[in-house]
């Protein structure tokens, strides 16, 4: 089968394609043939320096929509033929840039019928991690104000339209140039970062999402209410934060996505309701995966860029 393949770290211009063996099924594990694919700021990251992976080769991708092309031992969720869609388990389940991948069928849930697979396939990742943010740590409720950081990105933008869904308030953070898309979106108060700071502009909040880190969680601190909680998903194991949190009487924790059957169930469910949708910032065939990347590595698109195969 074709895969996007890196044998060693570097730019965009390390990955090329490859001729792999297709992989089999285990006990508990589907076999689904690639429909698309998504890409995320991790998989830049991974094919830069490692990451979780260490050293290659390695086939990136976790996002992926596609149908089941074969069922290992004791699998009764999926059949040959069904179209799902999930996240493999992060990091270590990697390799959806390709023809095939396997992947523990509890990763995986049915496809929305209301969407094609380009717009499944770019919703995994990022929809998983804003639901695991904003609904199973945070528990969001109606009327809860929610500050939002990169409001535009790939998480960002289906975190606002989770928050909204749980009928919160949403401060966005993003390029004045990005407003309108974040109206859209359903962002009740955007905020130039560039122009303005946040952390004297806001104020009063319930939960802050942290989509950027550095110096962004630290300050996001301030505008939380006594009590408020601050979700990073960029975990660093920093004891600082966690300790200025509590020095200011709010609560920080660090979030790492996980595969997650009922939440993959959750957000089809929000998809099928028109409540959830992936913009595309980019699609592109499975051969221009590098072309991909360097539009990724700008860190401008707003939405998510997509890899397809016919």
Known sequence: MRAIRQDVLGGPEVLHEVEIDRPAPGPSEVLVRVRAAGLNPTDWKHRANGGFLKQPPFVLGWDVSGVVEAVGLGVTLFQPGDEVFGMLPYPHGVGSHAEYVKGPTRAFARKPASVDHEQAGA???AALTAWQALVDT??????QRVLIHAAAGGVGHLAVQIAKARGAYVIGTASAAKHDFLRELGVDEPIDYRETDFAEAVSDVDVVL??????YRFRSLR????????????PRGARDFIDEAERLGVRAIELLVEADHAGMNAIADLVESGKLRATIAGSFPLAEAAKAHELGDTGRTAGKLVLTLP
Do not use: C
């Open 223 to 234: 505008v939380l209410r006594p009590g408020g909680l601050l979700v990073s998903i960029l």
């Open 210 to 215: 942290d989509t950027i880190g550095d110096d």
């Open 138 to 143: 945070a528990d969001v409720q109606p009327g």
């Open 123 to 125: 919703i995994p990742l």
